[in-house]
């Protein structure tokens, strides 16, 4: 807090992990624009506001804090209100024995021309649940780019500066044709359109058991310029980068918690999306090169010899071998020869998405990992320079981290992992992500690294985003903190943001818990409730809890468990606690379902006769193990460990220490808890954290 203040942390927040992310590595770089320097107001007035600022910010969290610190035993323990488990989802977290959820398969077929994509699609919709079906409810996502959508109308509400943005007067899909197998015929159904969301009527019922539909509708839409930082176009020398996602009609997920899940896209809240497979033709004018979700079917017609050998190559290489060189970008002789158009064929199983991105002049390198084949388009403008490196280090960085996450907690299990610059900052989907053609350094590795280990979550475990953004971009976040350790031999990439002072900071700014839909936290605190306090709270609970070995076998037994399938928030817990042996319920409340603050505290130290009473103080909302260091006069030093359990009756705990005189008393000495009042963590004599002499 001090030096930049709380608005500064805010104005951080506000643009996201990302901009979080680059105060970690170029401090010095943001510094400036945080202090609200400006060239026309006078330093002294400035300072005056920045004073009056940081008054009123300190003491609304005063306010906070003190609401937030009466410390309530009976309910701090009380068991979680989970729902009931059953046959679909049991009492230890896994799926139960009638566990069941539906399957969406694609056919796509489109072409790109002129900024436009047009086409076709075939979904067949395969009915698992034991509920008929009347209707079947569709996504239809660039609407959000309509002047009218309702994420536009809430953007206005909110001042119109939003990142999930990016309307124009002719986005939005256009509808021409939708047809339904009703009765063994294809007839144009009954259907209606409100937003983002479309409801396909059925005529007859679908039956439950796995009985099938085929809906097909053919579709156009103009590409937006930026859309909702998520896709879009981007302008480069010599030509131009799509990056295509939310780009065909998706079917909604229909569970057994809430039915369908429909719910209009606003921008900032992600999705909920049904397994299957894609199988999707993309014909695009000859001199673009396309990167897709999925293996390319037909690399004979749409790719040279040269480059089918340079792959074959790059295939057994543990270094980014060139399938076009920067030299070669754009060259006539990386396309087969002709004028027409070529369709790239692509098929992708058992996936919840499909993205993909193209381009006239992409720089296209590939490594291989063991059978997974890890390449990256980028511009020649993004190739690094003297002052450091760029995205010829994109392949390298992508592979550390298939390799790191495989290893680490579930193999990747597509056969391509592929890295896309353009214009969207950073944004995930199966097999390819988008990051920003500007990264550079240290940065591009984060942001490579936090969108490929979106894979696991939630391209692999595949939760509900809208929902519990916390569940995909906290868990991933938190999977990141320790790839970027390895990556860096040791130093924490995340460090800052993962540290108990910036934890304590965060757990104390944000005015919702964590369990905020996405699409109701505020853009100022996604960074924080979505990212940074839930995957710190998770490294709380490996480091300081469970400890590293029982953690990690509980998040292992998840990922497996909820692999390709749709967990809720009691089945994570309910998975940890089973694994364990622990009841953790306590700490859930407190980290996410609640926004409790931990303030442990000494009370008072006294002397009665051999022994040395130490009362603690449990001042914060949540309890959490307390470890206390005690020195003595003669200079010898014990550690104690108060259990949780010690606050169930009140908020006072009472340690009896036997022996010579106590010279200092701390609370956490190493540090590791996100304490927000450090101060009444001491007591006694002797340098804070350091021994005193002998
Ligand atoms: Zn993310």
Redesign the pocket.
């Known amino acids: 807090m001090k030096g930049i203040g709380a608005a500064g942390m805010r104005a951080l927040h506000a643009a996201g992990p990302v901009a979080l992310l680059m105060l970690v590595l170029s401090p010095l770089a943001v510094l400036p624009s945080l202090a609200g320097f400006s060239p026309a107001g006078g330093l002294a007035a400035q300072e005056g506001q920045r004073e009056a600022r940081e008054t009123a910010e300190a003491a609304e969290l005063a306010r906070r804090d003190s609401l937030r610190r009466i410390f309530d035993p009976a309910g701090a323990f009380e068991p979680l209100d989970l729902p009931e488990p059953g046959e679909f989802r049991d009492a230890a977290g896994a799926p139960g024995e009638a566990y069941w959820q539906q399957r969406v398969d694609y056919h796509i077929r489109v072409t790109l021309d002129d900024d436009r994509i047009e086409g076709t699609e075939r979904i067949t919709y395969t009915n698992n649940s034991p509920d008929s079906l009347t209707s079947i409810w569709v996504q239809l996502d660039q609407n959000l780019f309509r002047e009218t959508s309702y994420g536009a109308l809430r953007a206005e509400e909110l001042g119109g500066e939003v990142r999930h943005g990016g309307f124009f007067k002719d986005g939005g899909f256009v509808i021409s044709g939708v047809r339904a197998d009703l009765g063994g015929e294809m007839t144009v159904p009954e259907y209606r359109t409100e937003d983002t969301m479309m409801e396909i009527l059925l005529g007859e019922p679908l039956p439950p058991g796995g009985s099938q539909v085929e809906v097909e509708i053919d579709f156009a839409f103009e590409i937006p310029e930026t859309g909702g930082d998520r896709m879009g176009k981007l302008d480069i020398r010599g030509g131009i980068i799509y990056q295509l996602a939310q780009w065909y009609p998706r079917v909604f997920t229909y569970d057994d918690v809430n039915g369908w899940n429909q719910s209009p896209f606003l921008g900032q809240g992600e999705w909920y999306l049904e397994y299957g497979d894609f199988d999707v033709e993309l014909t695009v004018p000859r001199d673009f090169i396309v990167v897709a979700t999925g293996e390319l079917l037909n690399p004979e017609e749409v790719l040279t010899l040269m480059q089918r050998e340079r792959l074959a190559e790059a295939r057994l290489s543990e270094e980014a071998v060139h399938i076009i060189r920067p030299d070669e970008a754009g060259e006539d002789h990386t396309r087969p020869p002709g004028e027409a158009p070529l369709t790239w064929r692509f098929r992708a199983e058992n996936v919840r998405d499909f993205a993909w991105a193209t381009s006239d002049r992409f720089v296209w390198d590939a490594a291989g990992w063991e059978d997974v084949l890890i390449m990256s388009a980028y511009p020649q403008e993004s190739i690094g320079g003297p002052a450091g490196s760029g995205w010829e280090r994109s392949t390298e960085y992508l592979r550390h981290s298939v390799r790191y996450y495989s290893e680490k907690w579930l193999r990747y299990p597509y056969p391509v992992a592929i890295n896309v610059a353009g214009l969207a900052l950073g944004m ?1 989907y199966p097999m390819i992500v988008f990051c920003s053609w500007r990264s550079r350094g240290a940065f591009l590795f984060a942001v490579t690294d ?2 490929i280990g ?1 894979t696991w979550f939630p391209m692999i475990v595949g939760s509900d985003e809208r929902r519990y953004a916390w569940m995909d ?1 906290g868990f ?1 976040t938190f999977i990141n903190y320790y790839s970027g350790i390895e990556f860096a031999g040791g130093e924490p990439i995340l460090g800052q943001l993962m540290s108990p002072a910036q934890i304590a900071t965060d757990t104390r700014l944000p005015s919702s818990p964590v369990y905020t839909p996405a699409d109701s936290i505020p853009e100022a605190d996604i960074g924080v409730l979505a990212y940074n306090k839930p995957a710190a709270v998770l490294v709380l609970l490996r480091e300081e809890i469970l400890g590293p070995d029982v953690f990690d076998e509980g998040f292992r037994e998840y990922i497996r468990r909820w692999a390709y399938k749709h967990p809720q928030p009691a089945d994570f817990i309910r998975t940890m606690e089973d694994v364990s042996g622990q009841d953790l319920d306590w700490f859930f409340r407190g980290w996410i379902y609640d926004d409790a603050i931990l303030d442990q505290a000494i009370a008072s130290v006294t002397r009665v006769g051999d022994t040395t009473r130490v009362v603690f103080e449990n001042r914060g909302g949540i309890p959490m193990p307390l470890e206390a260091r005690i020195l003595f006069q003669d200079g010898e030093e014990q550690r104690y460990e108060v259990p949780v359990d010690a606050w169930q009756v009140d908020g006072t705990y009472v340690l009896e220490v036997p022996g010579g005189p106590v010279r200092n008393v701390q609370i956490d000495p190493d540090g590791v808890m996100p304490d927000v009042n450090r101060g009444n963590n001491v007591w006694g004599r002797g340098i804070l954290g350091r021994r005193p002499p002998r």
């Open positions: 995930e936090h969108e979106h971009e991933n």
